[in-house]
């Protein structure tokens, strides 16, 4: 009798082991490890009798090639994340925090679409009908032409899509949900979530259909399955945002048809998502400019320029080891910017709680935001208070040397258009190639910037001194 060949799989990461281990070498979990049947179909060794592979022809990389088509959905910010709509038989995997929106934002994706005369499915692994039928009531969609069902049976969807005209989108909710008969393995396992996602694949690239596809997401917020699902589709995009903000952020991780990094800026409501045109205007409506410790960064978030209120806050410590809490931004960036503070700056925040936060619900992730929090900082630090109508940009070396950053111009023109006056940038820095634009301060290290706010602290304390004492008047009793 011929052996039963098995592997052992981890459900975190898809790491393969040849026998079972208490702790995962590659991601470090403990008892992820399940054994399952050896691999079937793709890369498996072929059986006796099978027929052998076509012969196909090879091409060079010269000749013609037409730029992919683009199904527009009517929804602004989805198709500037897409990289300008949906490319015909592509997959988009998209992730994010249960209860954050995906189902809210692709429902309204697909009436959208459906609106266009497109045919479009939406099939649901975790609710049934008359619950999507509920969400689209809410959302006042719910005479849109979308076909639903519920169902998690790969066969059994490709089947029923086979019969008709191929959708223009199709939505799978979610793909941990999917099973398929042709892997042995519970549904939710590395094994049926990569062999669904590979079925489904082959269905879009055969048929010409948009697939996306919605992931769960672990602890740490990273997708949960197998890392090769990321590789295998077209484009991964992840909705982020806060419980606590009404900002919902749908931040493009991979595409292939666009550019990466890029962003989609949406607002929840009672009526569903709604798209926030200027998000720049919307992070800093209701900002104190008046108050030490606040700085406004221009930013950039893919192609899109974007202006943020960063928050700071020192205050003398009584432990022996100071606090550093950070929302929002990068804490070893923050240690690093205070070790600069400290060696080239002249200044003494050893004992000293520092908390940072960007206003919100945004997180940033280019370090040229090092100027602005640096600015924050020995703004909360000596009780200066910054202009309200300038802008910081720059990264700051180990050296204290503030080096330029990218897109400089499209970060100043931002800042004119909401009434910026004044932009302190590193000095090197490119022009803004407009003279409408706000008047450019140069800062090549670090110690001008603490020399700046330094003078500007002792002028707002000689004001204060100058001011007459208020004359209590004290009421006569009758």
């Given at each position: 009798m011929?052996?039963?060949?098995s592997?052992?799989?981890?459900q ?5 082991a040849q026998r079972?281990?208490?702790r995962?070498?590659?991601?470090g979990?403990?008892?992820t490890y399940?054994e ?6 793709i ?7 099978a027929p052998r592979g076509?012969i196909f022809?090879?091409?060079g ?5 037409a730029e992919?088509?683009?199904?527009r959905?009517?929804i ?15 997959v988009?995997?998209i992730g ?8 809210t ?11 266009q005369?497109?045919r479009v ?6 609710e049934?009908?008359?619950?999507v039928?509920l969400?689209?009531?809410?959302l006042?969609l719910?005479k849109?032409?979308v076909?639903?069902?519920?169902e998690t ?14 959708p223009?989108l ?10 398929t ?6 549904p939710?396992t ?6 669904s996602a590979?079925a489904?694949?082959?269905y879009?690239?055969?048929t010409?259909?948009c697939?996306?596809l919605?992931?769960h997401?672990?602890k740490?917020?990273?997708?949960a ?6 590789h295998?589709?077209?484009?991964v ?22 550019p ?5 800026v949406f607002?929840m409501t009672g009526a569903g ?6 998000p720049s205007?919307?992070?800093l409506?209701g900002?104190d400019a008046s108050s030490p410790?606040t700085a406004?960064?221009a930013?950039?978030e893919?192609t899109?320029?974007?202006?943020v209120?960063i928050?700071?806050?020192v205050?003398?410590t009584s ?11 990068d804490?070893?960036r ?6 600069v ?9 050893g004992?000293?709680?520092?908390y ?5 619900g945004l997180?940033?992730?280019?370090p040229a935001?090092d100027?602005?929090v640096a600015a ?17 940009f ?6 204290g040397a ?6 400089a111009?499209?970060?100043l023109k931002?800042?004119a ?5 004044r932009a302190?940038?590193?000095?090197p820095?490119?022009s803004?190639g407009?003279?409408?634009?706000p008047?450019?301060?140069?800062c090549?290290h670090i110690?001008v910037?603490v020399?700046?706010?330094a003078?500007?602290?002792s002028?707002n304390?000689?004001?204060q001194?100058q ?6 008047q004290e009421?006569?009793?009758?």
């Amino acid at each position: 009798m011929a052996r039963v060949l098995s592997r052992f799989v981890c459900q975190t990461c898809g790491s393969v082991a040849q026998r079972w281990q208490g702790r995962c070498e590659d991601c470090g979990e403990w008892n992820t490890y399940v054994e399952e049947g050896a691999p079937s179909g793709i890369g498996a060794k072929a059986a006796a009798g099978a027929p052998r592979g076509r012969i196909f022809a090879l091409e060079g990389l010269t000749g013609s090639q037409a730029e992919a088509p683009r199904i527009r959905s009517g929804i602004a910010e989805l198709d500037r994340v897409t990289g300008g709509g949906f490319v015909p038989g592509s997959v988009i995997l998209i992730g994010g925090e249960p209860g954050i929106g995906k189902s809210t934002l692709l429902i309204q994706a697909c009436a959208a679409l459906a609106a266009q005369k497109r045919r479009v499915v939406y099939i649901s692994g975790e609710e049934a009908v008359a619950q999507v039928r509920l969400r689209a009531e809410r959302l006042a969609l719910s005479k849109a032409p979308v076909e639903l069902a519920a169902e998690t049976s790969v066969e059994d969807i490709l089947a029923t899509l086979q019969e008709g005209v191929a959708p223009a989108l199709l939505v799978i909710d979610s793909i941990q949900t999917m099973w398929t008969a042709r892997a042995d393995a519970a549904p939710g396992t590395v094994t049926q979530v990569r062999a669904s996602a590979q079925a489904l694949i082959r269905y879009a690239k055969t048929t010409g259909s948009c697939v996306i596809l919605v992931g769960h997401v672990t602890k740490d917020g990273q997708i949960a399955g197998p890392r090769v699902v990321e590789h295998m589709v077209d484009a991964v995009a992840s909705f982020e945002g806060d419980g606590g903000h009404q900002f919902r952020i749908l931040r493009a991780v991979k595409n292939r048809f666009g550019p990466t990094d890029e962003i989609g800026v949406f607002e929840m409501t009672g009526a569903g998502l709604s798209e926030v045109r200027n998000p720049s205007a919307l992070f800093l409506s209701g900002r104190d400019a008046s108050s030490p410790g606040t700085a406004v960064f221009a930013g950039m978030e893919g192609t899109r320029p974007l202006l943020v209120e960063i928050q700071a806050l020192v205050s003398p410590t009584s432990l022996g080891t100071p606090r550093r809490a950070v929302v929002g931004w990068d804490p070893s960036r923050l240690a690093m910017v205070l070790a600069v503070l400290e060696a080239h700056g002249g200044l003494r925040l050893g004992q000293h709680d520092v908390y940072l936060n960007v206003a919100g619900g945004l997180r940033i992730q280019e370090p040229a935001a090092d100027l602005a929090v640096a600015a924050a900082l020995i703004s909360s630090l000596t009780g200066a208070q910054l202009p309200a109508e300038t802008v910081y940009f720059g990264e700051i070396g180990l050296s204290g040397a503030v080096r330029p950053v990218v897109h400089a111009g499209a970060r100043l023109k931002e800042a004119a258009k909401l009434g910026f006056a004044r932009a302190v940038i590193p000095a090197p820095a490119e022009s803004g190639g407009s003279d409408s634009g706000p008047a450019t301060e140069s800062c090549g290290h670090i110690a001008v910037l603490v020399a700046d706010i330094a003078q500007r602290s002792s002028r707002n304390e000689g004001r204060q001194r100058q001011r007459p004492a208020p004359v209590r008047q004290e009421s006569a009793n009758v």
